[in-house]
Every structure is written in C-alpha cells, then in structure tokens.
C-alpha cells in the first residue's frame, strides 16, 4: 500500500511539475545508459540523459520500475543522480552486491506532448573476488614414489569463475585440467583445478601451493600443503671385506650399511643358505679353510612401501701357486732379428689361481697376451718379434696371487741383428747452390758388424770408412764421411746411407734431404705461349722452383706492374694469373718477375687471345659501270687468320652458280666479278669464320650503273582519250638505269613547256625503275593529238621513245603468242598483249582441232589475263590455236598476224596410266543425249550459276583492285574521278616481260634517290601478285550471229562458244567432251592448278608466267564523239 500511495504522489507531482514547466515537443534520450561491470563493494553510475522530458522518468531493475523519485524510497543504495534541470537522471549504486547484478532500463513516460521512450538495456555486471581456494586430496595417506595421485584445487563462490594456478616448489604445473560448478549462490561459480602428479622421492617434504584469481581480486588467493612421500632405501653396502687377508682360525667383523629410504630400513643377516648367526648391522665371523666361498647376505626392508633390497658377499681364503716352469729355445742357440719367438710360462696350485707376469731385464713386458686358464693351472704366452735389444736380454715369469708370495722362471736369448740405427750429420747448416756438403753417416750397434754404402738416388757414391766401435747390445758401431758440390738440381733429393749386414742379408738406411737454397728458377714445363678464346678465362701458369720458396712474384704488361686494382677481371692464384673475360686488348707478352731471399729470375709468357671474326666492307656501296670489274673488299678483324675463312653469297632471290672469282690475303676477302652486268647488282653478303663462334657476316651493295633503257613494246607507244576537252591523259615514259635518270619531253619534235598549265609532269622513282607521268589537261583531239617524245638521260648515256596520243578505238592484236604447257587434256598458253584502244580490253582463245567443220571459242577469265588454259581436250590430238583482243569499240585480229599455234595434247595413257575423268565424262556424254542437249542444260545451269557468281566476282575484283591501287600509290590515282577513269584510257604504263632483277632494284634505292611512298614496281613488275582470281567452271555454248563489221561483241563473264560453219552432221561433236574438266574448281587445290592467269608451279610451267594487269584502265562507255575528232592519225 505504501508503495502504491507512493506512486501515485509521484505521478501527480510529475504532471504538476509539467505543467508548471510547460514543457512541449517530443522527447528523446541524449545519453542512454551503458554496460558497467564493478567489483562488489564499489559504487557503479548508470548515466541517463534525456532531452525536452515531459514525463515521469524511472529506472526500471530487471523488470522492476525503482520509482520516479530521485531518493528512490525502498532502495536506500539507489538513488538518481545529476542536473535535473539538464534532464540528468542517473543511477547510482553504492556498495554494489551480488544482488545488484542484473539489468536496468531508463524509461520516460508518455505525456500529453509526447509518447514514452525506453532506453537500451545495460547490464551491470558485479564482480565477485573467489573465497579462500582449498586442496582436496584422494586420502590423507603418505604417497608412495612410482605411483599417481590426483590433487584438486578448488576456489569457491566467484563472479567470474577464478583462474587457479598450481605450483610444486614454485614450479608451476602447466597439465592441469579446470572446470567450474555453480556456487553457494547464485551466479557464482567455484573453479576445481585438478593436476595428476607421479609420487617421487624427491617431493617428500617439498611444498605444493595453489593459486586463485580473478578481476575481483588486487592479489591472488593462495593455500600450500606439504607433500609426504614414502621411499624404498638403497641396496646396503657391506664393509670389512675388501683388502683383509683371511687366515683359518681368525675373526672377521663384516658390517651392512644401508642408506635413504622414508621410513629408514631394517637391516638383518643371513650366513650360508639356511640362516643362522643374526643382528641387525654387523656380523662378527670366525674363518675356517672351508669357509672359502661362504655366502654372506645382507637385507634392508622398509616398512613404509613394503619393500626390502639384499647385497650379498662370498667368503674367499687365499693361499700362494705351487709350481712355475717355461718353454723356451736351449741356450747358446743364435736367432735372427725380426723373426717371431713364442715363449709360454706355466703355473699350478694356490687360491686364487696365481697371476702371471712376463719380465725383460727386470722390466714387466706389457705385451704378452692373456692367461690362460686349464684344470691343471694357468699359462700365459709372450710372442716376441726379436729386436737387437734382445740379444743376452733375460725373460723371467713371476706367478703370484692375493697370498703375496712369487715363484719365478728365467731364460736368456742370442740375436743376430743389423744396425740398430742409422744417422746422417751434415757440418752446414745451411746449404746454397755452388756449396760443397760435408756428411757423416753413423750406423749404430750391430751384430755382426755391418758396412756402409752411400747413394743419390740411383746414383752411388763413394764415401770414407772409419774403424768400428764397441756397441750397446753386444754389437759393432761404424762411421763414413762423404763430400758433395751442391745444385739447384740437388733440391728436395734425398741423399741415402745404408748400413749392410752380409750375414743377415738385409740393410738399415736413412736419408738426408738436401735443401738446397737458390734463387727461382723457371721448370723446363713454363709455358711461353697460352692460347685462349675472347670472353673466356685466360690462365697464365707460373711454373717456377725456389727456395726457400717464399716467393713473390710480380707480372708486367706493357710496362705496367698487374695488380687486381687495376682490373676487376684479374685474379691471381699462387702467382698464376687468371684473367676473366679476356679481350683482344690482353693479348700480348707478359713478364713474370719472380725473387726470393736468394735473387730474382724472370720470363716471357706470349698470350695470344683468339676471337671470332667481325667483318666490315671497306667501300659501301660499290658503284661500277656495266661490263667492266667490279671488286668487293670484305675486312675481318679476327685471330687466327685462317685460310678459306672468307665465304660469299648472292643474296638475291635467284640462285646464281658462279658468283665470281673469290680470293683472300690475310684479314681481307675479295670477290671479284669480271663483265659485270645489271642482273649482278644487288647485295653480297661477306661471312669470316675462323673456326670460333660465331661467324660474322656483313651485307655489302654492289650498284651497276648503266645507261637508261626505255619501255618501248607497242603497248608503251600509244595513248588513248577522247579528246573532247572533258578527261585527261596520262603519257607515261618508263625507264630503267642508274644513277638516277632524268626525263625531257618534247611534242611534234619541239620542247615541250612545262610551265604550262595544261601539262603537269611527275617522275615516279622505285629502285632503277624511274617512271615519268605527264598529265594533259583536257585533252583537245585538235590540240593534243600528236606525238610526244620522252627522253631519258642520266652520266651514263640516254634512250628516247615516241609515244603517239590519239582518239579511242578498238584494241591492237595480241603478239608472241607461245605454249607454256600441255597435258592429255588441256593447254596453257601465253601471249604479248598490244595497245588495248584506250578501254579495257579482254581476250578471246579461238582453237580447232583436226576434222572439225568449226571453230571453238572461249573467253579468258579474269578477262585482261594474258595466261590461260583451255581445259577439256582430248588426248593425242592435235589443236591449232590463236588468240585476239576485244573492247567495247571492237576487237583486233588475230595475234602475231592471224598466226596458228598448233599443240598435240599428251596421250592419256602416258600421262595417267589410264582414261582420265574427263574422258570419261566425254564418253558418257557422248552416249546419251544429243549434244545439243547436253549443251543446252548445261549452259542453262551456267547461266543460272553465274548470274549470282559474276556479281560477287565482278564486285570483288573491284575492291581488290581499289585495294592494291591504293597500296602501291599506283598512276590510276593522279586522275580526276571515277568517271573520268572510266570514260578514257590515260596512260601508256603496261607491265613489261623483260625479267627484272628484283634484289638489284631493291639495292638500289640508295643511288636513285627513291621514294619511299611509291611501289610503282611491286604493282607492275614483280613476277608474284598478292591478289588471284578463281574462275568458275565455263561451259560451250552457241556463239550468237555477227554484228554489222563482222567483229564480235564480248560479255564480261568469260565464255566458251563454237563457231558453225555449216550444220551437217552432228557426229563429229558427239565424240568430244563439252563439258568442263571435273576438279579444277575447288578452292582447297594448290595455287598453280587454278587456271588464273597468274602463277603456275614450277613442275608445271618450263617459263615463268607474268601477269599483265592494266589495272588502270577501265571499260570505256559508249561514246558519241565523231568519228573525225578521234584524232587517230595515220
């Protein structure tokens, strides 16, 4: 009830004081409280901020509201802290318990401007320190060593669980195993630490503490207790056995002690195997001759592990051997040194058995082997290798045990031996070369008396014996004397004396070495010449003798003294010089200086570096005239100059057999061409091997310079145009030469100006190739149809040509027609074309074979080729054929004045072994339908083919040609327009037959001043085009009639027609095969079977085909111009 009075006072003060303080808007927390962990006993703050409060503020405890007033009745700990008039409304909580661990709310309520917030939930945590931690042990019993026992710690009521460290003689225990249970109360946590320890003897009263913590303690808890460990004792130790010689009828006192042991042992003894005479630490025993190897036993026991230990002793009487005896050679029985000997001594009786020692001259011998021992006794062996020493030596065995009495036995030995040593003495000290040695050889004792002979080597030497002498071991000494001249070459040799025994037949010697000291000498193997490779490691050996050989060495090279500052790349090794990455510059003489404290000496070492050659032509280019001798000097710089190290080669495209004459002295090639010609021009490439990698190579460039030589085949004489003032002309001059060639024009036989502005010339330069364009501007028939005159002149001479400029008109005949090749069913062909009329002319082949009433004709594709081949002959059949040119003005006669080219194709069998495919076609179409009908469908079929076919070729010759114009920056270009192109023909520019040396024209761009932005001769001279034409197959069909002047118009798809003369029969057509050859259409075949009018194999071809292409004329379109205003001129 009270509490309830309490709230509702509280609750009507708080809308009193809201009132009163008019308080508005919504209200909101600036500080909400946060998790506060304290120890207990300290006071804790839980802060709380809130902004504009309206209403009533409390803490709330776990669920619980502690009420609105900031004294907090009830709760006499709490109490709510701050500036109210800051909205401060903490919590604070003197002398914090256990029971104020929980968590805790700062709650607003709502009013009448505002709804009521709650804050976030903090915890408070409280600390708890543990109570005082305790040990928990399995028993209270003692330990006993060797077994486990489990000791636990445990620290009760903590808030958090405490740590627990446990510690044996403030050692910490690192495998303890924690975990926690609940406490007194709750939340608090008591720790059990429990640690497993293996009972030792060593812990027995050490101490063992746990320790307890956590962050409520300043300090740790600590609790300790003492470890109690029982042990057993050590095994017990008798006393009063060790030295004591035991006699029948007298008293031994023995004692037992036993050591260690919690609790102490009990000692007892036993005598014999059943018991008897008893105490607890000593035993008094009298000792009786049977009493040899009584037991005496010892026992500790401990009470506390139950557990007893046992030392027992035997009782051993001594008493002294019986008898000692040797085997040994008799007396006076002389033995040879270095022989074996075996010597055995023997001993019987006493306890223990008696111990065996050999003596030589009253000296124990440590050699003899081990004792033996037998029923009867023991016996130990003495194997001896007979020494000098051992001569009149005596040998005596002892046998003595613990009895402390010696029986002995004793021999004497006779030994030849030789000289027991050897000794050389020299009187100087120190020996230099030029000296004279004096030596004294002492051959120590032997018996009997040896001699001594001198050596060097294999070399005896005679030398001064002097008088034996009384020596040790009953033997003779002896001296010699021996004089030697010293030389260097008496260093480190060795100089031998030998004493000689002829009765023994054997020897002692000893050397003396002689160090002879001299200055350095050079061996006989000191290289004067060392050869090496340019890059690799060149080593410069010294080989050098002296003494004392604490030499230093120098090496001079061009005067200057070698050290490796000097260059990175020296490196010396015990005077050897190596140079690393050795150049051409090391070679040379190098001196090497050698001294000691003798002198000095010095040598001459050569090195010589080899390197591959590096070549360089001593003239570029190299200009010689036509026909005289042109020499090309290739310089190698290289080591060793070797012969036939120069090698030539004519690096243009054709292969050439003879180069030239090819000669060499020293380090310069010459190659030498007698009558030079223009084919010969080009570059030449110089290679030096001299056997050392890499060879090199230069490229050097022979010029040829000749007199300029005109273009002058008909196609180059004459120009077309229409002459109606509305297109221009181009009268192209083309000439070859070197040095460069200059062009005059001239009109009618006068100068020509070329100020004028109706006339633009321009001079094309590709390699010897120089090409002059002059332009007439709108062509006039009455102005410009004349003859203009091209002169090209360079130093070397000059050439004119005549070019006539005249209207359109149908094109000139073909010339040179000839045979390329022939197979059973086709031929190939060739032909010169002539002046195509101003327009783009085509070719037609006319052929007949023997017995035909017509003639056969095809229409070559792609029209301006000037190589083709007619496909689906017969074999061994004999064809005449010719060839003529058409434009859409009309086309010429019949080339090389209407001649007949006749060609007997190849017999089938011949070339294939059997009837070909294309015969066999023949013949099945010879079978069934008339051939009319065959034709018919088949050029129905061809049509419907084409139609789509000649559109995408038609186009895409086009763009190639649009392509390759604007690739090799061809004439066409300098036109106006299109259409202008397409109206007249304005250029002589035809491609020429004439075999050009393509390498030579390349070599030449430096003298004739090219420009690189023209490929004047790649478009029109070189023997390879980069674009092909790929016709379809053509198939014979009916030629339509004859136009008006008997000459016959042309359709730009080729064709193949036949020319009826009279109709008769039909038999004489049934027999061959008018439909195309099967095959020649796939594109996957190689390049030369197309029939393109390009490039054939070379297997198939015997002449190199050229292609033609007079790219830069286009089909003219009908014209209106007068005839009269043509301007052709008679």
């Not at 009830?74 to 109490?79: I, K, M, W």
């Not at 003197?94 to 976030?120: H, K, M, P, W």
């Not at 297109?727 to 040095?739: H, R, S």
């Not at 460069?740 to 070329?754: C, E, I, M, S, Y």
């Amino acid at each position: 009830m009270d509490f309830l009075y309490s709230l509702v006072l509280s609750s009507a003060w708080v809308f009193h004081l809201m009132d009163f303080k008019g308080v508005c808007g919504q209200q909101a927390f600036k500080t909400e409280p946060r998790n506060v962990t304290v120890r207990a006993g300290a006071t804790s703050l839980l802060k709380c901020e809130v902004l504009r409060a309206s209403g009533a503020v409390q803490w709330v405890k776990d669920g619980l509201l502690l009420g609105p007033q900031r004294s907090l009745p009830g709760y006499p700990r709490y109490s709510m802290t701050g500036d109210q008039q800051k909205g401060q409304y903490h919590l604070q909580i003197f002398n914090v318990s256990l029971e104020d661990d929980g968590t805790y709310e700062c709650q607003v309520g709502r009013s009448v401007s505002s709804r009521a917030i709650v804050s976030r939930t903090a915890w408070l945590n409280v600390q708890i320190p543990p109570s005082q931690p305790y040990f928990q042990l399995e028993s209270d019993e003692p330990w006993v060593e060797g077994n486990e026992y489990t000791v636990t710690c445990i620290a009760p009521d903590a808030k958090p669980p405490a740590e627990i460290t446990m510690f044996r003689d403030g050692e910490e225990l690192t495998e303890t195993d924690s975990f926690t249970m609940s406490g007194s109360q709750d939340k608090l946590l008591q720790t059990h630490a429990e640690v497993i320890i293996r009972a030792h003897s060593s812990y027995d009263t050490r101490r063992l503490t746990c320790r307890a913590k956590n962050p409520a303690t300043p300090r740790a808890l600590e609790t300790g207790m003492t470890m109690r460990v029982y042990f057993p004792p050590q095994a017990p130790v008798i006393m009063g056995l060790e030295n004591e010689e035991v006699k029948a009828g007298s008293f031994l006192r023995v004692v037992c002690i036993s050591y260690g042991g919690n609790p102490l042992a009990t000692l007892h003894w036993i005598k014999g195997d059943n018991g008897g005479m008893m105490t607890m630490s000593n035993l008094t025993h009298k000792v009786s001759r049977e009493d040899n190897g009584l037991p005496l036993t010892c026992e500790a026991f401990n009470k506390g592990t139950r557990f007893s230990r046992v030392r027992s002793e035997e009782l051993i009487v001594y008493y002294p051997p019986q008898k000692v005896w040797l085997d040994a050679p008799p007396p006076n029985v002389f033995l040879h040194s270095g022989t074996t000997l075996r010597l055995v001594c023997f001993s019987s009786g006493g306890n223990p058995t008696g111990q065996l020692v050999w003596l030589k001259n009253n000296k124990v011998v440590p050699t003899a082997s081990k004792q033996v021992s037998s029923e009867r006794g023991v016996s130990r062996d003495l194997l001896l290798i007979l020494q000098p020493s051992d001569n009149l030596a005596t040998y005596r065995c002892d046998s003595s045990n613990k009895a402390k009495k010696v029986l002995s036995a004793q021999t004497k030995l006779r030994v030849l031996f030789p000289a027991v040593s050897v000794k050389i003495v020299a009187k100087q000290k120190d020996l230099r070369k030029g000296q004279t040695l004096d030596l004294d050889c002492l051959a120590g004792s032997s018996f009997p008396t040896a001699n001594i002979s001198w050596s060097l080597g294999p070399i005896m030497l005679k030398g001064v014996d002097q008088a034996p002498k009384q020596a040790e071991f009953g033997g003779m000494s002896r001296t010699s004397k021996l004089s030697l001249n010293l030389g260097s070459h008496h260093w480190k040799k060795r100089i031998t004396c030998q004493a000689f025994s002829n009765v023994l037949a054997e020897g002692v010697n000893n050397f003396y070495s002689l160090n002879v000291l001299f200055p350095p000498e050079f061996s006989d193997d000191q290289p004067d010449l060392v050869q090496v490779i340019e890059d690799e490691t060149a080593t410069l050996p010294v080989k050098v003798l002296a003494n004392p050989d604490e030499i230093t060495c120098e090496w001079i090279f061009q005067g200057e003294k070698l050290v490796k500052e000097r260059d990175p790349r020296y490196h010396f090794d015990d005077w050897t010089l190596e140079i690393v990455n050795v150049s051409r510059r090391d070679g040379g003489d190098y001196i090497i200086e050698c001294s000691n404290d003798e002198g000095k000496n010095h040598t001459k070492l050569k090195l010589d570096v080899q390197y591959a050659p590096t070549v360089h032509m001593k003239s570029d280019p190299v200009f010689v005239n036509l026909g005289d001798t042109a020499d090309l000097l290739c310089v190698a710089d290289a080591n060793p100059i070797t012969s036939s190290m120069f090698s030539w080669k004519w690096m243009g495209e054709e292969e050439v057999d003879d180069l030239g004459e090819q000669s060499e002295d020293e380090g310069t090639g010459l190659l030498t061409i007698y009558e030079l010609t223009r084919d010969q021009a080009g570059l030449y490439q110089c290679t030096a091997d001299n056997g050392i990698a890499p060879p090199s190579s230069v490229e050097g460039q022979l010029i040829v310079r000749f007199a300029p030589e005109l273009q002058k085949g008909p196609q180059w004489r004459k120009v077309a145009s229409r002459g109606d003032g509305s297109n221009d002309a181009n009268v192209v001059c083309q000439a070859q030469g070197v040095p460069r060639v200059h062009f005059t024009w001239a009109k009618n036989g006068f100068p020509l100006d070329l100020g004028n502005p109706r006339y633009e010339e321009k001079t094309v330069v590709t390699g010897t190739i120089h090409t002059s364009i002059l332009t007439v501007i709108n062509v006039s028939a009455a102005l410009d149809y004349a003859i203009f005159s091209c002169t090209a002149h360079n130093s070397m001479g000059e050439d004119s040509l005549d070019i006539q400029l005249l209207s359109t008109n149908h094109p000139d005949p073909p010339s040179d027609l000839k045979l390329l090749r022939v197979n059973h069913n086709s031929v190939t062909l060739e032909w010169m074309p002539g002046f195509d009329g101003g327009l783009t002319q085509n070719f037609r082949v006319r052929y007949q074979w023997s017995g035909s009433t017509s003639f056969m004709y095809v229409d070559v594709f792609p029209p301006t080729a000037t190589v083709y081949t007619v496909m689906g002959l017969n074999p061994s059949t004999a064809y005449n054929f010719s060839v003529n040119a058409l434009n859409t003005m009309g086309e010429s006669s019949y080339a090389d004045n209407n001649k007949i080219l006749t060609v007997t194709t190849a017999d089938a069998e011949e070339a294939d072994g059997g009837v070909s495919p294309e015969d066999q076609d023949s013949a099945f179409a010879g079978r069934g339908l008339p051939v009319y009908a065959v034709v018919i469908l088949v050029v129905g079929g061809l049509l419907l083919f084409l139609n789509p076919l000649s559109y995408f070729l038609f186009v895409r010759c086009k763009n190639r040609g649009r392509s390759l114009k604007e690739d090799t920056r061809s004439i066409s270009q300098e036109t106006k327009s299109e259409e202008q192109r397409s109206m007249s023909s304005s250029s002589t520019r035809y491609a020429s037959r004439e075999l050009i040396n393509a390498s030579a024209q390349q070599t030449l761009l430096i003298d004739s001043s090219s420009e690189p932005d023209n490929s004047v001769y790649e478009s029109y001279g070189r023997q390879q085009s980069s674009h092909y034409y790929y016709s379809p197959a053509l198939y014979t069909h009916p030629e339509g009639p004859e136009y008006h002047d008997g000459r016959f118009g042309t359709s730009p798809l080729a064709h193949d027609y036949e020319e009826v003369r009279g109709w008769g029969t039909s038999q004489d057509l049934q027999s061959y095969s008018l439909l195309p050859p099967a095959g020649h259409s796939d594109p996957r075949a190689p390049v030369s079977t197309y029939h393109e009018g390009r490039v054939y194999g070379k297997a198939d071809v015997d002449v190199t085909a050229r292609v033609y292409d007079s790219m830069v004329y286009r089909r003219r379109r009908d014209t209106d111009l007068p005839f009269e205003l043509r301007g052709e001129l008679v």
